[in-house]
């Protein structure tokens, strides 16, 4: 990185030393489905993989692009997203630091400021909050408060939300606080395809992008087309994708709850509810036609996020549906989120304050008033 840093930006008459010798205080001393307008699919491919050959495409392409974070070089990530970078790259553009995420996250923002194009990795978003302020305060606001003249090229990423027996310290979901943030563009994958579209377009994209992943599903393998493994392959930035079609009932997911709504789906369909279901894909900027062309169609509307129910995405999404297609609902909307608690550490609490796919589909046949009435049910 360094060496990028002293051939590339010597500009303006900063000393390209200063960077330089951050850097080197900061570096240890030892060093399921098939998309609808995809036909057929050429191979499987995990998640991580597909977040793997994207940073590697990216960094081969643009000479600018370089990786900095906890064990992302020697150790090739804790979830082996950086597999082979440091050997093809080397340690200037695959950089190890020590734990210290306001360390080099503020690296990161000021290597970005002088026109390099860092991705930032943390172990989890969880510990972003130790270095929220260059986040907000630094890289969203920049190209504001500079009339456009600064922009921040700079992707944070890592493993958002719950994964399993980690507790409440590790299972945020960083959504809605990240989203809620003017500056900032905050992508969430679900699938190979999710991930490799949505990575190269986030390292590409001129502002700072908050890239949230999932780790149950960087083991899950995906179909891929050969147009998804193309080097040249991006997904636009701001739009959802729909997984599946229907026509009784609008189920938005972001993340691994895309695959919980599908199959939710899956099961309704049995009981007679076509349900559509939009992968979100961009929580800011939020594709908000989509959403409302869907609920136009099927007049009723379920929502699921893992997060907190209170601020929360799908608050977010019923408002737009509220504002601009309220005529158009037969129903009250559904909002399936997280418990109103600190993640349980103990695994059935742990079930019971995220979002199951049961708890979908009681939501879905409550909006086609296909539930049992409690007082029937007694």
């Known amino acids: 990185m360094l060496g990028i840093v002293r051939r590339k930006l010597g500009c303006g008459g900063f000393p390209s030393s200063i960077i330089g010798q951050g850097l080197e205080r900061i ?26 050959s994207a940073l590697d495409e990216e960094m081969s392409a643009d000479p600018k692009v370089f990786l900095m974070g906890e ?26 630091t020590p734990i210290t995420e306001a360390g080099f996250t503020g690296i990161g923002v000021g290597a970005a400021y002088y026109g390099l194009r860092p991705v930032i990795e943390f172990m989890t978003f969880n510990f972003s909050m130790q270095a929220i302020d260059h986040i907000i305060n630094s890289a969203a606001k ?37 989203a809620s943030c003017p500056g900032l563009k905050v992508l969430s994958p679900y699938s190979a395809e999710d991930a490799r579209g949505l990575l190269k377009a986030a390292i590409r994209d001129p502002d700072p992008v908050v890239f949230l992943e999932n780790e149950i599903l960087y083991g899950e393998s995906f179909p891929v087309s050969a147009e998804v493994l193309d080097s040249s392959f991006c997904l636009p930035i701001g739009k959802a994708k729909i997984e599946r079609e229907g026509k009784d009932v609008t189920i938005t997911a972001f993340s691994k709850m895309v695959g919980y709504a599908l199959q939710a789906a899956d099961i309704l369909s049995k009981q007679g509810i076509s349900a559509e279901v939009i992968n979100l894909r961009s929580i800011r900027p939020l594709d908000r036609a989509a959403i409302n062309t869907s609920v136009r169609k099927t007049n009723r509307l379920v929502t699921v996020e893992e997060g907190f129910p209170q601020h929360g995405v799908d608050a977010e999404i019923c408002a737009s549906v509220v504002e601009e297609s309220f005529d158009y609902l037969d129903a009250p909307v559904e909002r399936i989120a997280g418990a109103d608690v600190p ?22 046949k409550r909006a086609c008033y296909r539930s049992v009435p409690m007082a029937a049910a007694a």
Request: proline share 6%; charged share 20%.
């Open 27 to 52: 570096r240890p001393a030892t060093s399921s489905f098939l998309p609808k307008y995809y036909s057929t699919a050429a191979k499987e491919m995990t998640v991580r993989d597909a977040l793997n």
């Open 71 to 96: 064990e992302v070089g020697e150790y090739q990530g804790a979830y082996k997203i950086s597999k082979g970078l440091l050997e093809k790259y080397g340690p200037d553009r695959v950089v190890d």
């Open 142 to 178: 920049s190209n504001y408060m500079s009339g456009g003249q600064l922009s921040v090229p700079i992707v944070f990423r890592g493993p958002n939300g719950a994964a399993a027996g980690v507790g409440a310290q590790h299972s945020q979901c960083y959504a809605a606080w990240y």
């Open 343 to 364: 993640m349980p550490y103990a695994a059935n609490l742990e079930r019971l304050a995220v979002p199951q796919v049961d708890d979908i589909v009681r939501a879905a």
